[in-house]
């Protein structure tokens, strides 16, 4: 079970490196999901990629970030720079990114980041399927979810200590929304950190499973991984080694004093052991001051090399022929040099001990010689300059087979990514409900498509049946749950059922792990914003993946989404409260610092949804977002009455403006 390890600057690979990690997670670049880490320069990526391999250590680049059309080329040239200095695989959130690298690095192992919200077997399936090695999963599963993963043929990767976040990564618009950084491109703010109703009722405990390793290593788990690219090498060394040494022996009293020490906002399992609530929450607790602890160990790291690497060493000096060396290492790397045929000693021959010795010297390297076997013809003479230098030729040698970099295929990168000349027509009404009793006849005359979720169905059978049976022009739809682990899938499939046989005709994805059971029951597919639509590949993808619409991503402006490629019918969202959060533990309604209430909402599953402060409204854009060549305008009706529903139609029909309001992101530049 590999032991992964942060590294957000070139201390910090240092301190990985002797604590014991097998591999390292790194940022180079723009496109990571911790922007505001130092991160790496060209020369500090090369120089840490050899670092690594010559010591055994895996090296992998986050570019786990969503990217906008004018990013591509440079991303691209990133992937093709990662592969040709030996990166041992990229982590990726976004579906077109990992497209083009697909194409242009078709070498290059490809991680699904665990912003791709990964949490159930069919998104794993679905990530093998599109080239992907390994998969990260949400830090919200329990074990028994994990061992189901786990049965699938893909490595798995899984969060074991570090920072939790409230909401599912690669969900969460909070940051964005209401201060323009985006956790999706890599500037989180990290506001559920805040203060909200007078306490902190965002920020949960930090999470720690090093008491629970074995169970992870039993189940399948591939790799263990340590959150912290944004702490310092000193943490990364605690951690790392506590971790490294937990997976031989149960940890002790003082290992775990060492971790909160290190940092803590107190500790949790409770994702894993399936043990939600209140003791998953708590604030930064200073168990002590670590300025010892972390003085000790930096001076370690800084000052030995704990990462050696065995050599067994073979020698012959034999009468009339050349010296021959060869040393082979632990992972089966050999290297041999020859010599100058040895002189018949006049004076003084040479010892076996004295052969030994010399080359045994491996001082300054990272090799240390584990055993040594020598032939040597009595009464010969060997200058031990010679066999000094017979040592350092085959360690050189060493040394470059270990850091080798491996051949790889490289294609430039041709996105011809071209806009379509946008339609003119004004785009169709969709809206998204929440409960049956939104409905009425105004609205099923004036929506193209109705949205509602898989449970309306189920649980108002008859009257949905009546409802699609009055309205044979509209497109009935379901909307599936954000998030369903796979014990929950007997009850979406059973859902998913009503749904059809009511006749409901399509269903709104908004995972890539609900891709497979839409298609098992028959839906036309729809995406919805949860597939992070930001550039004209992803476009692409959703179009081969048999989608006949998709949702733009909030999180772009209307002039990117103008541009963007339209391969298939695309919507936007023009009107409700964005959601903000969602997340496994309750979320109440918020009042924040400056007084604005976040309401929150039950979701299916018994998970909680955090919705925006103001309403998004651009009844009065209507020219704005009916000129990109939007297909549809999406309408989120949440807390809404039906009456409410047929006052913001005739809004957006006659163009009326509102007080109190917000445009969302349209028309902001998001970091």
């Not at 909402?601 to 000129?627: C, H, P």
Request: glycine share 8%; aromatic share 8%; proline share 3%.
């Amino acid at each position: 079970m590999e032991l992964l390890s942060p590294a957000g600057t070139v201390e910090a690979v240092k301190a990985a490196i002797a604590g014991g990690a097998d591999a390292i997670y790194l940022g180079y670049g723009d496109f990571n999901a911790r922007r505001n880490a130092k991160n790496f320069s060209k020369e500090e990526l090369i120089t840490a990629v050899k670092d690594c391999h010559l010591r055994g250590v895996k090296v992998y680049l986050t570019m786990n970030t969503l990217l906008t059309d004018r990013e591509l080329e440079q991303a691209a040239e990133i992937g093709a720079f990662a592969s040709a200095i030996g990166v041992d695989a990229v982590l990726v959130q976004d579906i077109g990114l990992a497209k083009l690298l697909r194409e242009t690095v078709a070498d290059l192992p490809l991680h699904a980041s665990t912003q791709m919200s990964i949490y159930n077997a069919d998104g794993a399936d679905f990530c093998r399927a599109i080239g992907m090695t390994r998969v990260v999963l949400a830090r919200e599963l329990p074990k028994t979810e994990i061992a189901t993963i786990c049965k699938r043929p893909i490595e798995v990767e899984v969060f074991v200590h570090g920072a939790l976040c409230m909401c599912y990564s690669g969900q969460c618009f909070l940051s964005s929304v209401i201060g323009g950084r985006s956790g999706n491109r890599g500037m989180c703010a990290q506001p559920c950190r805040l203060s909200y109703n007078g306490g902190a009722p965002l920020s949960l405990c930090d999470l720690s499973l090093v008491q629970y390793l074995n169970e992870l290593r039993d189940m399948g788990v591939a790799c263990i991984k340590i959150e912290g690219r944004m702490k310092r090498a000193e943490y990364v060394a605690v951690e790392t080694k506590i971790y490294a040494e937990a997976r031989k022996r149960p940890p002790s009293k003082e290992d775990l004093a060492d971790l909160e020490l290190a940092f803590s906002r107190g500790f949790t399992h409770g994702y894993f052991t399936d043990e939600k609530g209140k003791t998953m929450f708590g604030s930064r607790k200073q168990a002590g001051d670590p300025k010892a602890l972390f003085a000790e160990v930096r001076a370690d790291y800084l000052n030995q090399e704990h990462r050696t690497i065995g050599i067994d060493i073979f020698a012959e000096l034999c009468e009339n022929k050349p010296i021959y060396v060869i040393a082979t290492d632990e992972d089966g790397y050999c290297a041999s040099a020859v010599g100058e045929i040895p002189k018949v000693a006049v004076q003084r021959e040479i010892s076996r001990t004295q052969v030994e010795t010399q080359l045994r010297k491996t001082g300054g390297t990272v090799f240390t010689c584990r055993s040594i076997e020598i032939e040597l013809d009595p009464g010969l003479s060997v200058p031990l300059s010679q066999l000094n230098a017979l040592r350092r030729e085959v360690l050189t040698a060493l040394e470059v087979q270990r850091t080798a970099v491996p051949t790889r295929r490289s294609m430039a990168f041709h996105g011809n990514i071209k806009s379509k000349q946008n339609s003119q027509e004004a785009a169709c009404i969709t809206v998204s409900l929440t409960r049956v009793g939104q409905l009425s006849e105004t609205l099923c005359k004036a929506a193209a498509v109705i949205y509602l979720p898989s449970e309306i169905y189920a649980d108002h059978a008859t009257k949905m049946k009546q409802w699609i049976a009055a309205f044979p022009e509209t497109e009935f739809a379901v909307s599936l749950p954000r998030i369903a682990w796979d014990r929950e899938f007997s009850t979406l499939g059973r859902e998913l059922r009503i749904a059809k046989d009511c006749g409901a005709i399509s269903a709104l994805v908004g995972n890539w792990g609900l891709l497979h059971i839409a298609k098992q029951y028959g839906f036309r597919l729809r995406g919805d914003y949860g597939l992070e639509f930001f550039n004209s590949l992803t476009g692409r993808e959703l179009e081969r993946f048999g989608f006949v619409s998709a949702t733009a991503s909030f999180e772009l402006k209307f002039a990117q989404i103008r541009d963007l490629e339209k391969p298939i019918q695309t919507e936007a969202i023009v009107y409700g409260r964005l959601p903000l959060m969602i997340s496994e533990n309750p979320i109440e309604t918020l009042r924040d610092r400056l007084g604005e209430i976040f309401p929150a909402r039950t979701v299916w599953g018994g998970r909680s949804e955090l919705l925006n402060s103001k309403t998004l409204f651009l009844a009065d854009k209507k020219q704005d977002y009916e000129t990109i060549g939007l297909w549809g305008a999406r309408f989120l009706f949440s807390e809404e009455t039906a009456e409410d529903c047929i006052k913001v139609l005739e809004e957006y029909k006659q163009g009326t403006k509102r007080a109190q309001f917000t445009r969302g992101l349209y028309y902001r530049d998001v970091e």
